[in-house]
């Protein structure tokens, strides 16, 4: 199985809402990441998993907030978001750090 | 600090045609190269990679990379393509040192063919 899923596909969430994520590996890779893409631009790195635990977090502001329940799961927590943060998130594993990674299809997040 | 260029954010070719699409990159250090491939409303996908040995790479699909190290590029090519190529490519390059190693994309070339 060398498929990684993401839910839900598409996501409309207001400003005041919190929603969440979800992305799933069972390839047995011990790296995970997060990444948010905008129209037209490559992915942008927000976090990265190691062994489950936070080794990378790129500045992103504290409405996204990141949990790796256990090697096969990876979630995104989200509060308060703005307009501007609509875009794809794509969520990644791969079995070393610096090898090729495996991506989900995404999630659509629309925030009104 | 490394970083990749990619020239053309759109490449329009016929169907059936010959197609390049360049990447080069910059780094102090030995580099892995990467092109990926991403589908309308869709995740990347790996297209082919070059870590060591054989400078040319292919892929089961038709697509060929070259890493040339002393023009420090990795473009990506196709003989002769087909409608279904239609897609965004990134090229990305990751450092060698061991350890996680932050990938840094390319801005993507759209590659349009045409019927």
């Known amino acids: 199985d060398t498929e990684v899923t993401q839910t839900p596909k598409h996501l409309v969430m207001g400003m005041t809402n919190k929603k969440s994520l979800k992305c799933e590996q069972h390839m047995g890779h011990r790296a995970m990441y997060w990444y948010k893409q905008k129209a037209k631009k490559p992915p942008e790195l927000m976090f990265v998993y190691s062994y489950e635990k936070l080794s990378i977090n790129e500045s992103v502001p504290s409405r996204f907030s990141p949990e790796c329940p256990n090697s096969s799961l990876l979630n995104l927590h989200l509060h308060a978001l703005q307009p501007e943060d609509s875009a794809l998130y794509l969520c990644?594993?791969?079995?070393?750090?610096?090898?090729?990674?495996?991506f989900g299809p995404g999630t659509r997040l629309t925030v009104t | 600090a490394q970083s990749v260029t990619q020239l053309d954010s759109q490449v329009p070719v016929f169907e059936e045609a010959p197609v390049e699409l360049r990447c080069n990159y910059s780094?102090?250090?030995?580099?892995?190269l990467f092109w990926y491939v991403q589908y309308p409303n869709q995740g990347l996908q790996l297209l082919l990679k070059?870590?060591?040995?054989?400078?040319l790479v292919e892929s089961i699909n038709g697509f060929e990379a070259e890493f040339n190290k002393s023009q420090t590029s990795f473009h990506l090519r196709k003989p002769s393509v087909h409608i279904s190529d239609t897609a965004e490519y990134f090229c990305?390059?990751?450092?060698?040192?061991?350890?996680?190693?932050?990938?840094?994309f390319g801005t993507g070339t759209k590659l349009q063919v045409i019927p």
């Open positions: 990305a390059v990751t450092s060698n040192s061991g350890g996680y190693q932050k990938v840094t």
């Open positions: 070059y870590l060591s040995g054989s400078t």
């Open positions: 990644a594993s791969s079995q070393r750090g610096w090898d090729e990674q495996y």
């Open positions: 780094s102090s250090v030995s580099v892995y």
